[in-house]
């Protein structure tokens, strides 16, 4: 059984940064695709950024490229989310998410979750 243990989350002000963690463990088989989503009070699930492991390739949502980057340390077995100028509306609970692969963006290609760690980013 794989688990994601998402650290990183806080507040900051808009204009800051933060650095999510996601750490695996629970299976010597690591997921090809790795992402990262956010949902914010009332609004739904949305599919911030993607890496795929084998190959490194990288994705974003056009909300939030310049800005964030996902990276990995497979080492470590972790994915790192680094949030740069921050925006109020990056207010959210971020989960990280691992699958066997698929479209990045489409939470139906992940099998395991992790439980998420709030950012709030004030103005």
């Known amino acids: 059984q794989v688990q994601l243990v998402e650290s990183g989350g806080g507040s900051v002000q808009a204009g800051g940064s933060l650095r999510l963690s996601c750490a695996v463990s629970?299976?010597?088989?690591?997921?090809?695709?790795m992402g990262w989503f956010r949902q914010a009070p009332g609004k739904e699930r949305e599919a911030v950024a993607g890496?795929?492991?084998?190959?490194?390739?990288?994705y974003y949502a056009d909300s939030v490229k310049g800005r964030f980057t996902i990276s990995q340390d497979n080492a470590k077995k972790t994915v790192y989310l680094q949030m740069n100028s921050l925006k109020p509306e990056d207010t959210a609970t971020y989960s990280c998410?691992?699958?066997?692969?698929?479209?990045?963006?489409?939470?139906?290609?992940?099998?395991?979750w992790g439980q998420g760690t709030q950012v709030t980013v004030s103005s």
């Open positions: 629970g299976s010597r088989y690591i997921s090809d695709l």
């Open positions: 890496i795929y492991r084998s190959s490194g390739s990288t």
């Open positions: 998410a691992a699958g066997p692969g698929g479209t990045w963006n489409r939470p139906e290609n992940y099998n395991f």
